[in-house]
């Protein structure tokens, strides 16, 4: 069964990781393919950093950090280097393994591999169990309208998100670069091939929506024989770890379960989704979601320990197969 995921960092990483673990704890034979957002890359200290890109493949190669991104068994030594000689950002940390990793990265692509050859390179060590496939080799970077200090300004998302904690009040999100940007080679052919289309519990607007926003995708998923199935990140009315409120809030997008399918669509009526899964909490949006076109079932939505995890990778496949039965019944 070959299953495509389309993931941010911290959500769709944990819910790969617990859909890996099911095919392999039952052995179902998955394929897994993930298309990562890459509009969180910056230049920094003259490295290319992507943060969603190695939070997947830390998590899946199992060397993630406790907070959900970066290293475990991390030290900052290296940034510490850097300030003492008055560089580097004060707001974000890089530690020093992870630098390994953008320097390596750096090096590959200055050497003139695209950002997929080099992606598919650093992954073949931690042997992530799945296809991790960024969503474009161009460059794309959200970057943030706010106003501050009473004046308008662009800044980069990871200084929104990290150094204001997404407080400064987004006017919109800019994906620079997305709109001459290409899918990387192999994810139009993974969407249209697959046996299941994966929407995780990542971030509606900033990473799903720029994935999403690269010209060909959202199409090619509109267009897939597979059926598309999502998973609420936001359970209650609240996002269940960082700030995609304040993205929905931006991009006039209610924080609710109910509001992100909406926002998605249902396929049936040239949205990108036949399935959603909500939380026990949320169960309300069942009723008016199917009345849409969206089929829809409520569980515990929490990822908080692998079983968890496997427990909503198993809804979400037993619902993309309950579509594809009635689809070819
Ligand atoms: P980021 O790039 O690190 O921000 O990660 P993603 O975009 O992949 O995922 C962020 C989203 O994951 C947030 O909107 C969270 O609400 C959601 N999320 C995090 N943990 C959980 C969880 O345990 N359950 C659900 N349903 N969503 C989660
Ligand atoms: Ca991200």
Do not use: K
């Amino acid at each position: 069964m070959r299953v495509v995921l389309l993931a941010g960092g911290v959500g769709g990483a944990r819910f790969t990781r617990g859909l890996r673990e099911l095919g392999r704890a039952e052995d179902l034979g998955l394929d897994l393919t993930v298309v990562v957002n890459t509009g969180d890359d910056l230049w920094l200290d003259a490295l290319r950093v992507c943060p969603d890109l190695d939070t997947v493949m830390y998590t899946l190669g199992g060397v993630i950090g406790e907070q959900g991104w970066g290293r475990a068994d991390e030290s900052t030594r290296v940034t510490a280097e850097l300030h003492a000689y008055g560089l580097g950002w004060d707001w974000f940390t890089l530690g020093d393994l992870d630098l390994g990793t953008h320097v390596a990265r750096t090096e590959l692509l200055r050497s003139g591999l695209t950002l997929s050859q080099v992606t598919a390179r650093l992954n073949e060590r931690w042997q992530p169990g799945a296809t991790v496939l960024p969503m474009s080799d161009d460059e794309v970077e959200t970057w943030v309208e706010v106003e501050r200090d009473g004046e308008v300004t662009t800044i980069h998302f990871e200084e929104w998100w990290v150094r204001y904690r997404a407080g400064l009040p987004a006017r919109r999100f800019v994906q620079r670069g997305v709109a001459g940007a290409r899918p990387a080679p192999g994810v139009l052919d993974a969407i249209a091939d697959a046996d299941l289309v994966v929407l995780p519990p990542s971030n509606p607007v900033v990473s799903i929506g720029t994935i999403l926003g690269v010209p060909g995708i959202a199409d090619a998923v509109r267009s897939a024989s597979a059926p598309v199935v999502g998973v609420s990140p936001i359970i209650g009315g609240a996002p269940v770890r960082g700030m995609a409120d304040a993205c929905l809030t931006a991009i006039g997008v209610e924080t609710s379960a109910r509001a992100v399918a909406e926002h998605y669509g249902a396929r049936a009526a040239g949205g990108l989704i036949d399935g959603w899964l909500v939380d026990g909490a949320d169960a309300d949006a069942v009723a008016p979601l199917e009345q849409a076109g969206i089929a829809t079932r409520a569980l515990p939505l929490l990822m908080s320990d692998e079983s968890a995890t496997a427990a909503i990778a198993r809804a979400a496949l037993d619902l993309g197969t309950s579509l594809t039965a009635t689809r070819t019944r």
